[in-house]
């Protein structure tokens, strides 16, 4: 776990588990975008698009996010973790833009005499939005408090970690097999089908200093995973596949939200348009052929390490409803974020070079 030089070894006291952070009921919603938009030039109609988008979401599902039970419930299993190997590290989460606040976190930190702590975030992928911004809150919040702050030192990006491909591949198997499932209940398996799996991430603008290492390291994974499943399933060498970006910005204006327009300075192709355009294509086949042509999707929301509102409305609201009455059958995979084995991984991840409690 920490090799023979103990010495000149770091003792770790605490884990901090940093995310996003989401609205919990809907007082929460204005006052969680005004800190989410805070000193970005957004107009008014855009920031009420953004709260529409949360309002109708909890009309669907009953809630405003499932994120905020996700980090909960990851808290535990890295605790768990933690105390199978018989380590009495204390984990703490704070969030960026929601309660319980970063700042507050780490100021209780200092409180409960934390010196020297790993923080992992819950972004496997490097760029400014989902990796750089938190690395400046835990700098800014550490600063606040000053000489007494404890040092906080961030794990690697885990998206090269062996338990990281993993868990991708386990969670595309499964969907597989639900799909498979679901194909023999219809007894649609004389059609003529195809399968195609769609990996999504968040979009982010192409001006962004990292948006290489950030396409090229979604690209690594989602490599990684089609081959540990072409292990598994012998007809899947030829397996269609598509690296596709979804949420759009809340900065298009009204006009290009009327106009249908995509902006062309952020990540494309998007998810929504790749699939309309498909169900459009099927039909035209089955009209101009007489055949019933279908094609089974798959898609996998590779780059959201949790459950999120936009996993869940831009997917399987959204997609599922542009799906419904077509001749695709969609099919989700679900995030990686709780789930044992990331819990193990980020455990491994902090023992790494380092003494534990």
């Known amino acids: 776990m920490c090799g023979l030089f103990r010495s000149n070894l770091k003792m770790v006291e605490a884990l901090l588990l940093v995310s996003y952070g989401a609205p919990c009921c809907e007082a929460d919603v204005i006052p969680f975008l005004e800190r989410l938009l805070s000193g970005k030039n957004v107009s008014d109609f855009q920031k009420e698009r953004a709260a529409a988008k949360y309002y109708e979401f909890a009309r669907r599902s009953g809630r405003f996010s499932p994120l905020n039970e996700q980090c909960i419930e990851l808290t535990r299993g890295i605790e768990t973790e933690f105390s199978k190997i018989g380590s009495s590290i204390r984990v703490y989460h704070g969030n960026l833009y929601w309660r319980p606040f970063l700042d507050d976190v780490i100021a209780r930190m200092t409180d409960d005499g934390v010196k020297f702590a790993r923080c992992f975030i819950t972004s496997a992928f490097d760029s400014t939005a989902g990796n750089r911004r938190y690395n400046y809150a835990i700098e800014s919040a550490c600063k606040k408090i000053g000489d007494f702050a404890p040092t906080i030192e961030r794990l690697p990006l885990p998206f090269s970690h062996p338990l990281f491909i993993q868990v991708q591949a386990d969670r595309l198997c499964e969907a597989i097999e639900s799909q498979k499932i679901l194909q023999n209940r219809q007894n649609q398996s004389a059609d003529k089908s195809e399968t195609i799996i769609f990996f999504t991430a968040h979009s982010i603008p192409r001006s962004d200093p990292f948006v290489e290492n950030y396409v090229s390291q979604l690209s690594f994974v989602c490599e990684a995973v089609i081959a540990r499943c072409r292990l598994i399933y012998s007809d899947w060498q030829n397996v269609e596949w598509e690296l596709l970006y979804q949420s759009q910005p809340i900065s298009r204006s009204r006009s290009e939200i009327e106009d249908g ?29 007489g055949i019933n042509v279908t094609k089974n999707i798959i898609v996998s929301p590779i780059g959201f390490f949790c459950e999120s509102m936009e996993t869940v409305n831009d997917l399987d609201y959204e997609i599922g409803d542009i799906c419904k009455n077509s001749p695709i059958r969609f099919t989700r995979v679900l995030t990686v974020g709780v789930s044992s084995k990331i819990c193990r991984m980020i455990v491994q991840l902090t023992e790494e070079n380092c003494e534990l409690l």
Do not use: C, M, Y
């Not at 990540?267 to 699939?275: F, G, N």
């Open 261 to 289: 327009v995509q902006n062309s300075f952020w990540l494309l192709p998007s998810i929504k348009d790749r699939v309309t355009a498909l169900v459009k294509q099927l039909g035209e086949q089955s009209e101009a052929t």
